[in-house]
């Protein structure tokens, strides 16, 4: 299973970006799929994530009112669109697929109920 990330760029303070993912060997569709971010010295931080069955999506404190995400028309993409950027949303940011779903939005946003995971994209926000 590859999980294929992209659309990482740098970008100023209040642009938009807005980042792919596809998961690749994978023959089912995900139950659940999201993205993370990560900055040295700290833990990888749940950003938003959506489930398969019932298109119920998450987002983290820090991306409310700003990010959406969604599954695209083929099974196994996922797309975040982050808007109203500001330096502190600067990371690595990480895809992820989990082979199971959780009701609570806690545990979808929690990197240890995903099984898959890919390289990351850098995510550049200047003032």
């Known amino acids: 299973v590859q999980v294929l990330e992209s659309g990482g760029d740098s970008v100023q303070a209040g642009g938009s970006l807005t980042l792919s993912c596809r998961i690749v060997g994978l023959s089912f569709e995900a139950p659940a799929m999201g993205w993370f971010r990560q900055t040295p010295g700290n833990e990888r931080e749940g950003v938003a994530c959506i489930t398969s069955e019932v298109r119920g999506s998450y987002l983290g404190d820090s991306a409310q009112g700003r990010f959406s995400i969604s599954r695209g028309n083929d099974k196994n993409i996922v797309i975040l669109e982050m808007n109203n950027l500001k330096p502190e949303d600067t990371a690595t940011y990480y895809c992820?697929?989990?082979?199971?779903?959780?009701?609570?939005?806690?545990?979808?946003?929690?990197?240890?109920?995903?099984?898959?995971w890919g390289q990351g994209t850098q995510v550049t926000v200047s003032s």
């Open positions: 992820a697929a989990g082979r199971s779903w959780f009701w609570e939005p806690r545990r979808m946003l929690n990197a240890g109920t995903y099984n898959y």
